[in-house]
């Protein structure tokens, strides 16, 4: 899976970026206040975008 389809996954469920590190960036849900860390690599593994959004208790993908 591509990190764009990712992001605008994110976004769509009212999840937004709490902050940029080295490797990866730190995703917050505003419902839930759940935090999770996304890797910043142009293709993201399936099994990984699905424990992210297990994470931040959205739908997964």
Same mark, same amino acid.
């Given at each position: 899976?591509?990190?764009?389809?990712? !992001?605008?996954?994110?976004?769509?469920?009212?999840?937004?970026?709490?902050?940029?590190?080295?490797?990866?960036?730190?995703?917050?849900?505003?419902?839930?206040?759940?935090?999770?860390?996304?890797?910043?690599?142009?293709? !993201?593994?399936?099994?990984?975008?699905?424990?992210?959004?297990?994470?931040?208790? !959205?739908?997964?993908?």
């Amino acid at each position: 899976m591509k990190l764009r389809q990712l !992001i605008r996954h994110l976004r769509k469920h009212e999840c937004y970026l709490i902050r940029e590190g080295s490797k990866h960036s730190w995703w917050g849900n505003g419902n839930t206040g759940d935090r999770t860390a996304v890797p910043r690599h142009t293709e !993201i593994d399936n099994k990984l975008a699905k424990k992210i959004c297990k994470d931040l208790s !959205i739908p997964q993908l």
